[in-house]
């Protein structure tokens, strides 16, 4: 077990590329940390430099409060599993798991023990004289997780370990790593750009944008007060739905459109301009009752346990989608009137994105 | 594909024809010296074997004089063997370090350096013949194994090869393995070594082959017969075939060239197996 610090960790490459600006970061004993963001905002640059396999230009990351900038990754004492998962091709399972322990000088009955210990642990028993090359994809996956437990080290990271797998089997390997980690107790990184992944694993949440943390904390924390327009648009699926609106005079309502008023409950300066941000979950269909908002249907999508049906709130072109449970046909054009609790609604100033 | 009759017979046709000109003069040549050569002298080139193998072959292999010199072709045989395995191996080794530290070490020259080394590529070994004559002279090399070794395993080729085949080899490997505690040299060895098996089995090949037919270098370097290789003794043998007022020792010139073929035959099918094994695991 292991906290890890970064302190105005920056990162510039060879080519003058600033790929991370400066990120500050307290990650506890045997905290799961996630870092989500979209493709290219420097997640795993951030990863590979807890490893140690990229340098670290400026700012400090400390294992254990000791600085670790110059120490090589081996003497980092942590574990990584890549995407490509990065197996041995040439060796055995066994000797894959067994590798990091031997180059260590650890004794042969030590080692056989720690890689069956694994194993055991893993299901992979059966497979360890076999070469990776004879396994499944979540097999291989396995093997990665083994040779990184093996070792026992203070840091996990992960970078995308999933990404390779089918639906199903990310969905199930998703339960063990979470299993695993809570049972061994270590700190660990893990890196995904999969937010249903990011949410379930996490118990603290980074979420990233070019090469900052746009918004540090536990995911329902971040769910429920997402700290800008990026992130509440980035965390939720269907994406938050976003509204521009304008604060009435009275400060009770925010107008948006030229139809739609929604109670309000903030503390703003009327005739503020500011995006409204509703998620589609919090939206509640009043029956035939009237509520305060009716739109028309455009589109319905069916998934079987809940129904995703796009409103037409007089905005333009835009669709503001609706999430009901269960099935629901609804022709198109038919008129709903929804309702939303004041404290439901998230707003952002149009300018900043931030959050109000 | 759909292949008529037609078709398949006369595709067959061409290919054993082809096959039949290619293996024809070895053939002619393997029957030929198993003959006396007053009896092929009479009766010009054979086609069936005769009596006679066993009676050339051993006076090749074992008698000095039927090579017209003062070496035997089984020592000719064994001085070609550790040119071309010397050749081979050193090749092999030489070019996957050089690869190794021009793919994985970020020093300043490595692009530079390795474009140089690229660029002697164009040179054939002709060109440096004689400056390589004069270093290997004033080291007081000539007539060594060393000496005939050691100027020509550097290679272009192989460094090309093996760079171009590091470059496939996954970063994560490289990554996976510093996270494992592998340093430079047990990466090396334990991971890069055992990736490249079909790689070095191709180049071992095509260099054992390439240095056991030499024929310019040992001939300059060598002036000792003890240390002329089987190619030379060929030349040698066919240049006194009408020497003396004799009759032609046709035979035992064959002989001498079906066994200078033997070896590097055996080389490319011993390690071509491993090669297309080495092939096949990894495509697995
Ligand atoms: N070696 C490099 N040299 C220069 N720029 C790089 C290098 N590696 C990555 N980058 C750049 O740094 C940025 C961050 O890359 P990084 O790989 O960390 O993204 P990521 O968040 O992991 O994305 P993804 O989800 O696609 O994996 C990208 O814009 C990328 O182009
Ligand atoms: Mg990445």
């Known amino acids: 077990m292991a906290t890890v610090t970064l302190n105005q960790a920056e990162k510039t490459y060879a080519n003058g590329y600033k790929a991370i600006h400066g990120i500050d970061l307290e990650i506890q004993h045997g905290e799961f940390t996630v870092l989500v963001g979209p493709s290219g905002c420097g997640k795993s640059t951030l990863l590979r430099m807890i490893a140690g396999l990229e340098s670290i230009s400026d700012g400090e990351i400390s294992i254990d409060d000791k600085v670790v900038n110059k120490v090589a990754p081996a003497d980092r004492d942590i574990a990584m599993v890549f995407q490509n998962y990065a197996l041995y091709p040439h060796m055995s399972n066994y000797n894959n798991m067994a590798y990091g322990l031997r180059n260590r000088g650890h004794s042969k009955s030590e080692i056989d023990s720690k890689v069956r210990e694994a194993a055991r642990i893993l299901q992979l028993e059966d497979h360890l004289e076999r070469k990776p090359s004879q396994l499944s994809g979540g097999q291989r996956q396995r093997v990665a997780m083994g040779r990184a437990i093996v070792r026992q080290p203070k840091v996990f990271l992960f970078d995308e370990p999933l990404s390779n797998l089918d639906a199903k089997l990310r969905v199930d390997m998703r339960l063990e790593i979470k299993n695993l980690q809570q049972r061994l107790g270590i700190t660990s990184v893990y890196v995904t750009h999969d937010q249903v992944e990011a949410m379930t694993l996490a118990d603290r949440l980074i979420v990233m944008k070019g090469g900052i943390a746009e918004q540090i904390g536990s995911p329902i924390d971040i769910y429920e007060k997402p700290e800008t327009l990026f992130v509440a648009g980035f965390i939720g699926s269907p994406a938050m739905n976003f509204l521009p609106g304008k604060v009435s005079d009275d400060r009770t309502h925010v107008v948006v459109g030229d139809k739609v008023k929604l109670d309000l409950d903030h503390d703003v300066e009327a005739g503020r301009n500011v995006t409204v941000g509703i998620r589609p979950e919090h939206f509640r269909l009043c029956g035939d009752d009237a509520g305060p908002v009716s739109a028309s249907v455009r589109m319905v999508e069916s998934l079987g346990a809940e129904t995703l049906v796009y409103l037409d709130f007089g905005i333009g072109n835009e669709n503001v989608t609706l999430r009901v449970q269960g099935t629901h046909q609804f022709a198109k054009g038919t008129v709903l009137t929804l309702s939303i609790t004041p404290d439901m609604i998230h707003l952002f100033d149009s300018e900043t994105g931030k959050r109000i | ?284």
């Open chain 2, 1 to 284: 594909m759909y292949q008529s009759k037609w078709r398949i017979f006369t595709n067959h046709a061409i290919l054993i024809l082809g096959a039949l000109f290619m293996i024809m003069p070895v053939w002619i040549a393997f029957v030929s010296s198993t003959h006396t050569r007053e009896f092929v002298f009479q009766n010009g080139l054979q086609f069936w074997p005769g009596e006679h193998f066993f009676e050339n072959y051993g006076a090749i292999l074992f008698d000095p004089s039927a090579t017209k010199g003062r070496v035997t072709a089984l020592e000719m045989l064994f001085n070609s063997m550790v040119l071309g395995l010397g050749f081979a191996i050193g090749k092999v080794i030489i070019s996957m370090m050089a690869a190794y530290a021009i793919v994985y070490f970020r020093f300043k020259l490595a692009v530079p350096l390795f474009w140089v080394v690229f660029s002697t590529l164009l040179l054939p070994l002709e060109v440096r013949i004689v400056p390589s004559y004069e270093v290997v002279a004033s080291l007081g090399l000539l007539n060594t194994y060393t000496g005939l070794i050691l100027p020509l395993i550097a290679s272009a080729t192989g460094t090309f090869f093996f760079r171009q085949f590091y470059r496939s080899v996954p970063d994560e490997l490289l990554e996976a393995a510093r996270l494992d505690g592998a340093g430079p040299i047990r990466f090396f060895i334990d991971i890069l070594v055992p990736l490249s098996v079909t790689m070095i089995a191709a180049i071992f090949i095509i260099m054992f082959v390439v240095g056991w037919n030499q024929y310019l270098w040992p001939l300059l370097m060598t002036t000792d017969d003890q240390l002329y290789t089987i190619v030379i003794g060929i030349k040698q043998v066919y240049n006194s075939l009408y020497e003396g007022g004799q009759i032609p020792q046709f035979p035992k010139a064959f002989a001498l060239t079906i066994m200078a073929t033997i070896p590097p035959v055996l080389v490319v099918v011993v390690f071509q197996r491993m090669f297309v094994k080495g092939l096949v695991e990894t495509e697995k």
